[in-house]
């Protein structure tokens, strides 16, 4: 979602801006996010499982046995795959809102429409 509020925003301030442009923009934002929201997701996951392991550490079982437990596993692909998910989210939504804002400039290419200063948001009401 925030990328595409920002793709929107910068759209709405530069309404010629062209579709490479507006993709390139939101993967340079969606770059700084993805490691943040990954190392979040990681953390979470981490911290979820906080209780299995305590609990294995309780019943002092070897440890071969506690690497090797479905629960960690599952916690380990959790993570793993949660990251993929927002690895790829960056990209798709990065071109899809650029396709989608400049499909928005060229249906607005024959209405003349001032951009109003005291309310950025309101630019054309498309």
């Not at 509020?5 to 062209?18: C, F, V």
């Not at 943040?36 to 002092?60: R, W």
């Not at 990065?94 to 309310?119: D, Q, Y």
Request: glycine content about 10%.
């Amino acid at each position: 979602m925030s990328v595409a509020s920002t793709l929107n925003e910068l759209h709405l301030r530069n309404p010629s801006i062209s579709r490479s442009e507006l993709f390139t923009s939101g993967m340079n934002v969606g770059k700084d996010m993805m490691g943040t929201m990954s190392n979040t997701l990681i953390l979470a996951f981490a911290g979820g499982s906080l209780g299995t392991l305590m609990l294995n550490y309780a019943y002092d079982l070897p440890y071969a046995q506690i690497v090797n437990s479905y629960q960690i596993g599952i916690k380990i692909m959790q993570g793993v795959s949660g990251s993929i998910g927002i690895i790829l989210t960056v990209p798709l939504v990065s071109l899809i809102s650029s396709l989608m804002l400049g499909a928005r400039r060229a249906s607005a290419a024959g209405k003349v429409c001032p951009v109003l200063l005291s309310k950025p948001h309101s630019h054309c009401d498309l």
